[in-house]
């Protein structure tokens, strides 16, 4: 069923689990079904994600619909979200199209005026009742070979404080050393910044670059109030390493949903894992 991600953060958060965020590639049926699915299974509530670049080919109205029609044949609770939404103005076009939750990145901005700029947003979407998930400390990108290619920006306890006391977000994601994409060797990852700042917030957290990361680390990140943990490249990996593999061993039989077919069930098993280390099992 078709919700916003604020219940089932807050609930999270309490409970002290994470709920799966998981970038679905532009609106891929295969993968939105796969997530879904498994988390009907597992009755674990789930949140279908969208990074902007992945929704050019697609377009963004149509993961927005594919995921609704996808959210409404399962009974858990389903949060369409917008990941790293670069704008104002980008947030009110996917508010428009009728996502249920929002994130708005300005970490690359000084922290006044990140935060400036994030009150901003989360103005209208409290006028909405949609959340809206903010970022402070800039995350880096990393290549198919785990080479930096972005900043990386562990943030100061002290300024997230400065920051939530300009802005009020309803889930927060803090720069602690992760970044996206394949973490080459040993990550190192200052999960010391998330417990530091819990003294003075009661705000969900959330880590996003979870690819690669050590399950310890993640699990104790949740244990520090992190309610979403953010998974994408390790998910449209194994998309395509599927499909490569059906082909290989003629899962198709000639017809292109058969191939589908296959890719969904083998990433169904994967994503139940990624339920399993969230600790969301049987919370929906």
């Given at each position: 069923?078709?919700?916003?991600?604020?219940?089932?953060l807050?609930?999270?958060?309490?409970?002290?689990?994470?709920?799966?965020?998981?970038?679905?590639?532009?609106?891929?049926?295969?993968?939105?079904r796969?997530?879904?699915?498994?988390?009907?299974e597992l009755?674990?509530?789930?949140i279908?994600?969208?990074?902007?670049?992945?929704?050019?080919?697609?377009?963004?109205?149509?993961?927005?619909?594919?995921?609704?029609?996808?959210?409404?044949?399962?009974s858990?609770?389903?949060?369409?979200?917008?990941?790293?939404?670069?704008?104002?103005?980008?947030?009110?076009?996917?508010?428009?199209?009728?996502?249920?939750?929002?994130?708005?990145?300005?970490?690359?901005?000084?922290?006044?005026?990140?935060?400036?700029?994030?009150?901003?947003?989360?103005?209208?979407?409290?006028?909405?009742?949609?959340?809206?998930?903010?970022?402070?400390?800039?995350?880096?990108?990393?290549?198919?070979?785990?080479?930096?290619?972005?900043?990386?920006?562990?943030?100061?306890?002290?300024?997230?404080?400065?920051?939530?006391?300009?802005?009020?977000?309803?889930?927060?994601?803090?720069?602690?050393g992760?970044?996206?994409?394949?973490?080459?060797?040993?990550?190192?990852?200052?999960?010391?910044?998330?417990?530091?700042?819990?003294?003075?917030?009661?705000?969900?957290?959330?880590?996003?670059?979870?690819?690669?990361?050590?399950?310890?680390?993640?699990?104790r990140?949740?244990?520090?109030?992190?309610?979403?943990?953010?998974?994408?490249?390790?998910?449209?990996?194994?998309?395509?390493?599927?499909?490569?593999?059906?082909?290989?061993?003629?899962?198709?039989?000639?017809?292109?949903?058969?191939?589908?077919?296959?890719?969904?069930q083998?990433?169904?098993?994967?994503?139940?894992?990624?339920?399993?280390?969230?600790?969301?099992?049987?919370?929906?």
């Open positions: 069923m078709l919700t916003t991600s604020y219940e089932m807050k609930k999270a958060y309490k409970g002290r689990y994470a709920v799966p965020a998981i970038n679905t590639q532009g609106g891929t049926y295969d993968i939105i796969a997530i879904c699915m498994a988390a009907e009755q674990s509530p789930v279908l994600a969208h990074y902007v670049s992945t929704g050019e080919y697609s377009g963004h109205d149509w993961f927005y619909e594919t995921a609704k029609w996808m959210a409404e044949k399962v858990v609770p389903v949060a369409i979200h917008l990941d790293h939404g670069d704008s104002f103005e980008r947030c009110m076009e996917m508010l428009h199209l009728g996502f249920t939750s929002i994130m708005y990145d300005g970490s690359n901005y000084p922290v006044e005026e990140n935060a400036r700029r994030t009150e901003e947003v989360a103005k209208v979407c409290r006028a909405f009742h949609v959340p809206l998930e903010a970022e402070i400390g800039e995350l880096a990108r990393l290549d198919d070979q785990g080479m930096q290619i972005g900043s990386s920006n562990i943030a100061d306890p002290e300024v997230v404080k400065q920051y939530l006391q300009l802005c009020q977000p309803d889930s927060l994601a803090i720069g602690i992760n970044a996206h994409g394949f973490y080459k060797g040993p990550v190192d990852i200052h999960v010391e910044v998330l417990e530091e700042c819990r003294k003075f917030t009661e705000i969900p957290f959330v880590l996003h670059g979870c690819t690669g990361m050590d399950e310890s680390l993640i699990q990140s949740i244990q520090s109030g992190v309610a979403k943990i953010n998974f994408g490249t390790q998910v449209r990996c194994k998309y395509v390493e599927y499909l490569k593999q059906g082909l290989a061993e003629k899962k198709d039989g000639g017809h292109a949903w058969k191939l589908s077919s296959y890719a969904e083998c990433l169904r098993e994967d994503i139940k894992e990624i339920i399993r280390l969230a600790g969301s099992q049987g919370k929906a």
